[in-house]
């Protein structure tokens, strides 16, 4: 069974390398994919565009930590007015991925 990941209406099968948002298939680059995928797996946590580089990216590669707010935006447009807030910027800090029915976060 393809690993899934269902909130508010997004399904990740990364099986199949496909991203649907309320039924319907999302157009995504390789790098949309994996930085959706990956924010959709850790709900809730904060990631700095640094970490996102690191992951998704992986430490390889030669770019800007604004490539990722491009990805972002790209990623908020393709999920459309009703789930583009599931990608809540986290000022100053990064991304993370809050789905609206998700028990607020605990402090340690």
Known sequence: ????????????????????SGGRPLALTFMEFELLAHLVAHPLRVYSR???????????????????????????????????????TVRQIGYRFAPRNAPPATTR
């Open 1 to 20: 069974m393809p690993a899934r990941h269902r909130d508010h209406g997004i399904v990740v099968n990364a099986e199949q390398r496909t991203i649907t």
């Open 50 to 88: 640094h970490q996102l580089l690191a992951t998704v990216w992986s430490q390889e590669a030669i770019v800007s930590v604004r490539t990722v707010d491009v990805h972002v935006a790209r990623l908020r447009r393709k999920l459309g007015p009703d789930r583009r807030d599931l990608i809540s």
